[in-house]
T-cell receptor, first 115, second 115 residues
Framework: GENVEQHPSTLSVQEGDSAVIKCTYS??????FPWYKQELGKRPQLIID?????GEKKDQRIAVTLNKTAKHFSLHITETQPEDSAVYFCAASKGSGGSNYKLTFGKGTLLTVNP | EAGVTQSPTHLIKTRGQQATLRCSPI?????VYWYQQALGLGLQFLLW???????NRGNFPPRFSGRQFPNYSSELNVNALELEDSALYLC??????????????FGDGTRLSIL
């Protein structure tokens, strides 16, 4: 089955700096890659996603890049702010209509933005 | 629009008992997913229900089961509770999951504690 590795497990940056979180996946058939942000005690929230027919997607200070050949994708946060502090999860899935569909998550990255 | 709602917020049980967790999806969503989030282990896929049928399950023993009702709400049942079942149980919903990789949206979760 699919395996998603996420690095680093913790990341500390100064306010205003950029943060990058990287994930690799094992199943070359995976074609959907969402990122979730989970603040302490709250629900995971979808912040951005990318499909395999696109190499990069941006939404204000957040961007995701996908390298299908290398089977890795990354989350980029620019001009970080203290409210960006949270645990970030990457995930991968393949939409096939089959019974083996599921979203496989990485183990998460704790991002701390220091004022 | 109301989001995914879960009840109860907290549930305290003892070993050997049975627990029932409930989830109401976003209106219009037909797929419901259950995840277990234990400390340090990220989100582990438990079950996927779509149109009232169990479509896929993760690597969990049969004492984890559930169902989906005609109104698309869902129950997760855990029998013969063990200490290791203590975790946050998250429910997510999406449009026709598995067929076109529709984004999953999470509820706040049920914190299950086993004494």
């Amino acid at each position: 089955g699919e395996n998603v590795e996420q690095h680093p497990s913790t990341l500390s940056v100064q306010e205003g700096d950029s943060a990058v979180i990287k994930c690799t996946y094992s199943d070359s058939a995976s074609n959907y890659f969402p990122w979730y942000k989970q603040e302490l005690g709250k629900r995971p929230q979808l912040i951005i996603d990318i499909r395999s027919n696109v190499g990069e997607k941006k939404d204000q200070r957040i961007a995701v890049t996908l390298n299908k050949t290398a089977k890795h994708f990354s989350l980029h946060i620019t001009e970080t702010q203290p409210e960006d502090s949270a645990v970030y999860f990457c995930a991968a899935s393949k939409g096939s209509g089959g019974s083996n569909y599921k979203l496989t998550f990485g183990k998460g990255t704790l991002l701390t933005v220091n004022p | 629009e109301a989001g995914v709602t879960q009840s109860p917020t907290h549930l305290i049980k003892t070993r050997g008992q049975q627990a029932t967790l409930r989830c109401s999806p976003i209106s219009g969503h037909t797929s419901v997913y259950w995840y277990q989030q234990a400390l340090g282990l990220g989100l582990q896929f438990l079950l996927w229900y779509d149109e009232g049928e169990e479509r896929n399950r993760g690597n969990f023993p049969p004492r984890f089961s559930g169902r989906q009702f005609p109104n698309y709400s869902s129950e997760l049942n855990v029998n013969a509770l063990e200490l290791e079942d203590s975790a946050l149980y998250l429910c997510a919903s999406s449009l026709d999951g598995g067929y076109s990789n529709q984004p999953q949206h999470f509820g706040d979760g049920t914190r299950l504690s086993i004494l």
